[in-house]
């Protein structure tokens, strides 16, 4: 239910209103996931993958029937993995063996864990896993071993992690290890989702030929997210970036989230963002190998989240204080955005890309890169999708280029007016409808009016309270 604040941010941004409308009614799924004649555990497997992550369960919940089931698996799979990793109240000796041991898990039917702390976010997937690992038996062996062999890998992974004292005290300490870490914990998965979509004819196969692509697409997610929460990762005790960066910048990690420190730690995050830019490209290229259209709504929507949140947090201080995050009706253009085409989609990351650049500052020290890093980019995009074709520049050369931004605003303009009118036209009702139940229940409009006039905005007293009774008629009231 929108709350009084949200409603007055929309009353002034009409234009996040006007897409959260346009989703809300427009938006037709590429397919529809059948939910009446699901078995009992399966249904359960949807509920919990709703409970874990509402994002990723409205575009998984969109997949070709044919990955539907998988994909949702394979996420719950790994949202499970996480858990027990992030959990710190684990014993190391437990942790490290049931993080090295999971993809063995996934054919033990009937396994549960409750061994986490009460308040972990995922704890109740764990505690009723019965129903993934029943569902995951039915899943087709090729789909099986992939999703096996990508848990076992990221399982190790994570071990290796939990075992590493000096990680556990001061997190990480070179970018190479930062780039390993999110390698473990989103390169795979990346690479698991590649494997799934080209076993399943969806994605061309010359994506698993280029694995830094899928390598890319996982990162870029995993460093984005890393930089929004690095607040509250910092108040759980865990720190993500690298000391390769932070050091440059402060002497100690809590230095950043000093208010006296601003500046600094505002350069710092300039130098993770530029970190996290350098696989935009390689994201953008991934994209262009999948062949369905929900299959790329599923890929483009999360990197084009990650896009605007980037412009979003860059050289934001709210960042060490607070999460950050895009409001709805941003998230909802985005997803307008990339799930047509190409075109659009790189158009998308092309705005929060200017918008990075547009925030950029020359005394930041990574100003330059960061403008070679957005050009690179732009450059990419125009190298696949030129903003003038020859047609057009022959058209401007005859005169006869027809300005279509300007068509294009005239009919924006014209949607804020109908949106406008629309919701004066609820409040004046709603005004109307209150009044009129005020007057129904007795309300003196004649008395309030009267005490308006004579400049009286205050509730009455007693006395004078009597006075008015006695004054205007309906003394019994």
């Known amino acids: 239910m929108a709350t009084i604040p949200k409603m007055f941010y929309y009353l002034f941004h009409l234009g996040e209103l006007r897409s959260i409308i346009q989703w809300k009614t427009w938006h037709e799924p590429v397919h529809q996931r059948n939910w009446a004649d699901e078995r009992v555990s399966l249904y359960q497997c949807f509920h919990y993958l709703e409970l874990t992550s509402r994002s990723f369960s409205a575009v998984i919940c969109e997949l070709h029937p044919e990955l539907l089931v998988p994909v949702a698996l394979f996420y719950l799979i790994l949202r499970g993995l996480d858990t027990i990793e992030d959990d710190m109240t684990i014993p190391l000796e437990e942790k490290d063996r049931l993080l090295r041991d999971f993809h063995n898990i996934l054919e033990k039917k009937g396994w549960t864990f409750d061994g986490n702390r009460p308040d972990e976010k995922d704890r109740d997937l764990l505690v009723h896993f019965d129903v993934v690992t029943e569902e995951f038996t039915r899943v087709k062996p090729v789909y099986q071993h992939i999703i096996k062999d990508i848990t076992r890998r990221m399982g190790s992974g994570m071990a290796e992690y939990a075992n590493n004292a000096e990680h556990n005290a001061n997190g990480i300490d070179s970018i190479k290890d930062y780039d390993l870490y999110c390698h473990f914990v989103a390169g795979l998965v990346g690479e698991g989702l590649t494997r799934l979509f080209v076993e399943s004819d969806l994605a061309k196969p010359a994506l698993l030929e280029r694995p830094h ?216 009702a709603l005004t109307s409808i209150m009044l009129t139940i005020a007057y129904l229940a007795g309300a003196r409009f004649d008395i309030a009016l009267d005490r308006l006039r004579q400049g009286k905005f205050s509730r009455p007293n007693v006395d004078e309270a009597q006075k008015l009774r006695e004054q205007f008629d309906h003394i019994e009231l």
């Open 213 to 428: 692509l899928q390598e890319s697409m996982g990162l870029f997610l995993q460093k984005t997210n890393i930089i929004r929460d690095v607040r509250e990762d910092w108040d759980d005790k865990r720190r993500f970036w690298p000391k390769e960066i932070w050091s440059k910048y402060v002497d100690k990690f809590e230095d950043l989230f000093d208010k006296a420190n601003q500046e600094a730690a505002l350069n710092c995050s300039s130098e993770m963002v530029l970190n996290a830019l350098s696989h935009a490209d390689e994201c953008l290229f991934y994209l262009a190998g999948i062949k369905e259209q929900s299959v790329f709504n599923f890929t483009a929507i999360p990197q084009t989240m990650a896009i605007a949140t980037l412009a979003k947090v860059f050289r934001n201080p709210l960042i060490f204080h607070q999460n950050v995050k895009i409001t709805k009706g941003q998230t909802c253009q985005l997803m307008i955005e990339s799930s047509q085409n190409l075109p659009i989609l790189y158009n998308a990351f092309r705005k929060c890309v200017r918008d990075i650049h547009r925030k950029n500052t020359p005394n930041d020290p990574n100003f330059l890169k960061i403008s070679v890093a957005c050009g690179k980019i732009e450059q990419f995009i125009e190298s696949v999708f030129p903003s003038q074709n020859p047609e057009e520049l022959a058209r401007k050369a005859r005169g006869e280029n027809v300005d279509e931004k300007k068509a294009k605003d005239a009919e924006a303009r014209k949607d804020m007016m109908y949106i406008m009118g629309a919701m004066l036209m609820v409040l004046i």
